[in-house]
């Protein structure tokens, strides 16, 4: 059901990846009509249209490294004018962007999915792949006709490095070291939500419930 935002809320939204953070970008842009904002969408677009951030940061991004902060802030503060309802989405992803972010736009909540880390890893770990055509397939909602074969050709199926269980849970642990300073900073200005659980729908209808009563407010 759409609902109205009768005032400007700005709102970032905070997952660990794997732990259906996209699903709830979804259901927000649905039910909100918020305007979504991914800095990674953003420099894309970029590119694409040959800009002058595009030419600057193509070959940046071609060789695997890393935007400067000042860039993308400058990219951010010409993207927000004149909007309203934005949903940051992959940004800040660390404290002095988020401070930088404060000076250029108000946040209004900041929406925290906390996810079980084996949930995640369990969850991803059951993922497999025929290499060959790029089908992928999940153990928990798509599994193969034969366990361990793909079902149009037969050949095996593997597990990308990334999928395996104890790299998921490393890389977790690394997301939680460098979150840890952005939930104390949106923490101290009162407006981090926490929204724990294991299943996207269910943390969903805690995140409506609150994002509802916080709109009472104004």
């Not at 939204?13 to 305007?35: E, H, N, V």
């Amino acid at each position: 059901m759409r609902r109205t935002l009768a005032s400007k809320v700005n709102a970032i939204l905070l997952g660990a990846p794997g732990g259906g953070k996209g699903t709830i970008s979804k259901y927000l842009q649905r039910d909100y009509a918020f305007t979504h904002l991914s800095t990674g969408d953003m420099l894309r677009a970029h590119i694409r249209d040959e800009t002058s951030i595009g030419k600057e940061v193509k070959g940046i991004m071609a060789s695997g490294g890393l935007v400067s902060d000042a860039l993308v802030l400058d990219m951010i503060a010409e993207e927000v004018k004149g909007k309203k309802n934005i949903l940051f989405d992959g940004f800040p992803r660390t404290l002095e962007q988020a401070k930088a972010l404060k000076d250029i736009v108000d946040i209004d909540m900041v929406v925290e999915l906390k996810v079980p880390h084996q949930t995640i890893a369990d969850r991803i770990s059951n993922r497999w792949v025929h290499a060959p055509s790029g089908r992928v397939y999940s153990y928990d909602f798509n599994p193969p006709k034969v366990e361990g074969f793909d079902d149009e050709t037969s050949e095996p199926l593997s597990q990308r490095e990334d999928d395996k269980p104890e790299v998921v849970l490393n890389r977790l642990g690394k997301y939680e070291e460098t979150t840890s300073a952005l939930t104390e900073f949106y923490g101290s200005l009162g407006v981090l939500r926490s929204f724990a659980g294991t299943e996207s729908k269910v943390i969903y209808a805690d995140i409506i419930e609150q994002l509802d009563e916080e709109l009472k407010k104004r």
